[in-house]
């Protein structure tokens, strides 16, 4: 696992928050009590087309982590999720082999603890996680106040 700081400005984030909102596909998820954006990719439990992915939305993500020192790897989902009203994510491990990253895109929130392999990590709004998401248990606790936006994707 590996902490990324300052990945993304405050005014990046809070604009690509809004640009996510506005033209992606919005999806609750059936297993657990979240909201998910689905931006470019296609998970089996949420088949999306692909005439409603959105390059435009990926290539801005992709060009901004080319400036930092964020490792490259071939995307093969991306998304956001928002939680809020006391929604989280169970406890889990993603598809074998995955490697799974989490950068957080809002504070202001209470609760929406970020663990990964039952350890709290620290995320500020711009900073982002590289882990083994096939092999690490990782979770987000209830958001109690305020809503938590997230940027995840998966990579081979």
Request: glycine fraction near 8%; charged fraction near 25%.
């Given at each position: 696992?590996k902490?990324?700081?300052n990945?993304?400005?405050n005014?990046?984030?809070?604009n690509l928050i809004?640009?996510?909102?506005n033209?992606c596909?919005?999806?609750?998820?059936?297993?657990?009590?979240?909201f998910?954006?689905?931006?470019?990719?296609?998970?089996?439990?949420?088949?999306?087309?692909?005439?409603?992915?959105?390059?435009?939305?990926?290539n801005?993500?992709?060009?901004?982590l080319?400036?930092?020192?964020?490792?490259?790897?071939?995307?093969?989902?991306?998304?956001?999720?928002?939680?809020?009203?006391?929604?989280?994510?169970?406890?889990?491990?993603d598809?074998?082999?995955?490697?799974t990253?989490?950068?957080?895109?809002?504070?202001?929130?209470?609760?929406?603890?970020?663990?990964?392999?039952?350890?709290?990590?620290?995320?500020e709004?711009?900073d982002?996680?590289?882990?083994?998401g096939?092999h690490q248990?990782?979770?987000?606790k209830?958001?109690?106040?305020?809503?938590?936006?997230?940027?995840?994707?998966?990579f081979h």
């Amino acid at each position: 696992m590996k902490i990324y700081k300052n990945l993304f400005s405050n005014e990046f984030c809070d604009n690509l928050i809004e640009k996510i909102k506005n033209e992606c596909v919005l999806s609750e998820s059936y297993k657990t009590d979240w909201f998910v954006w689905l931006i470019w990719g296609q998970q089996p439990s949420q088949p999306l087309g692909r005439e409603k992915w959105n390059e435009e939305i990926y290539n801005v993500v992709i060009n901004e982590l080319v400036k930092c020192d964020f490792p490259k790897h071939k995307i093969m989902w991306l998304q956001m999720t928002e939680y809020k009203d006391g929604r989280w994510l169970r406890r889990h491990t993603d598809g074998a082999g995955n490697k799974t990253s989490i950068i957080l895109l809002s504070n202001g929130f209470v609760g929406g603890d970020t663990y990964i392999n039952d350890r709290v990590v620290n995320l500020e709004k711009g900073d982002g996680v590289l882990f083994a998401g096939g092999h690490q248990y990782h979770e987000i606790k209830p958001v109690t106040k305020g809503t938590r936006y997230a940027l995840n994707f998966w990579f081979h």
